[in-house]
T-cell receptor
Framework: DTGVSQDPRHKITKRGQNVTFRCDPI?????LYWYRQTLGQGPEFLTY????????KSRLLSDRFSAERPKGSFSTLEIQRTEQGDSAMYLC????????????????FGQGTRLTVV | DAKTTQPTSMDCAEGRAANLPCNHS???????VYWYRQIHSQGPQYIIH???NNETNEMASLIITEDRKSSTLILPHATLRDTAVYYC??????????????FGTGTRLQVTL
C-alpha cells in the first residue's frame, strides 16, 4: 500500500499522559499536514510541513502539542498532559508541491488516529 | 478562503444520480472549488476540483455556474458505497502556495436501496 499510513489507529490514554502519533506520507510527497476532527465536525487544520520545515501552525495547536518531521519523511505529533478535550480523530495528509509551478497536487489523507482521553 | 454553504443532508436512491449543491458566493478569481468525501471512520478522499470549466473524472462530474458562485457535484450512478459526508472547499489553487483545506460540516449523503 503506497498511501498515507498512520499509527496507531486507536489510542486510549488517561488524562495527563503524553501520547505520540506517527504519520508516513506518500513517499514522493514533500508536504505533510495534520488535522484534528471531532464528532460531527469537518477536519480542522493544525499544522503543515514542507520537507522538514514547519511552515504554518494553527492557533488550535496549543503549547501542549508539538509536531516534527525531522528528515522530511515521516512525522510525529505529540500531545503532552492530555486533556479530555483532546479526544478526537487526528488525521495526516500529504501532497506534492511543485515550486516551479507554484501548485499543489491534491492532498491524500490517512485513516487517522482516534484518540480517547479518559 | 471563501466560505461555502451546503445542505446538511441528502438522500439518493441507489442507481440514480446524486446532485450535491454548494454555494460559494464570495469566491475570488484565483480560488478553485474542491470536493472531498469522508466515508465513516476513514480519512477524507479527494474527488475532483475545478476553476471555472466543468470537470469530469472517473468518480464524478463538477458543474460550476458561469458566475462561479455555486457548483454541483454529480455522482452519476450512486451506490451504497457512496454513502458519506461530502465537503465542498474553496481555496487558492495552482496560482497560490496556500496548502491547507478549510472544511465545513459538509453534506451527509445517504444512498438507499
Amino acid at each position: 500500500d503506497t498511501g498515507v499510513s498512520q499509527d496507531p489507529r486507536h489510542k486510549i490514554t488517561k488524562r495527563g499522559q503524553n501520547v505520540t502519533f506517527r504519520c508516513d506520507p506518500i513517499s514522493e510527497h514533500n508536504r505533510l499536514y495534520w488535522y484534528r476532527q471531532t464528532l460531527g465536525q469537518g477536519p480542522e487544520f493544525l499544522t503543515y510541513f514542507q520537507n522538514e520545515a514547519q511552515l504554518e501552525k494553527s492557533r488550535l495547536l496549543s503549547d501542549r502539542f508539538s509536531a516534527e518531521r525531522p528528515k522530511g519523511s515521516f512525522s510525529t505529533l505529540e500531545i503532552q498532559r492530555t486533556e479530555q478535550g483532546d479526544s478526537a480523530m487526528y488525521l495526516c495528509a500529504s501532497s506534492l508541491f511543485l515550486a516551479w509551478d507554484r501548485g499543489n497536487t491534491e492532498a491524500f489523507f490517512g485513516q487517522g488516529t482516534r484518540l480517547t482521553v479518559v | 478562503d471563501a466560505k461555502t454553504t451546503q445542505p446538511t443532508s441528502m438522500d439518493c436512491a441507489e442507481g440514480r444520480a446524486a446532485n450535491l449543491p454548494c454555494n460559494h458566493s464570495t469566491i475570488s478569481g484565483n480560488e478553485y472549488v474542491y470536493w472531498y468525501r469522508q466515508i465513516h471512520s476513514q480519512g477524507p478522499q479527494y474527488i475532483i476540483h475545478g476553476l471555472k470549466n466543468n470537470e469530469t473524472n472517473e468518480m464524478a462530474s463538477l458543474i460550476i455556474t458561469e458566475d462561479r458562485k455555486s457548483s454541483t457535484l454529480i455522482l452519476p450512478h450512486a451506490t451504497l458505497r457512496d454513502t458519506a459526508v461530502y465537503y465542498c472547499i474553496v481555496r487558492p489553487g495552482r496560482t497560490g502556495t496556500a496548502s491547507k483545506l478549510t472544511f465545513g460540516t459538509g453534506t451527509r449523503l445517504q444512498v438507499t436501496l
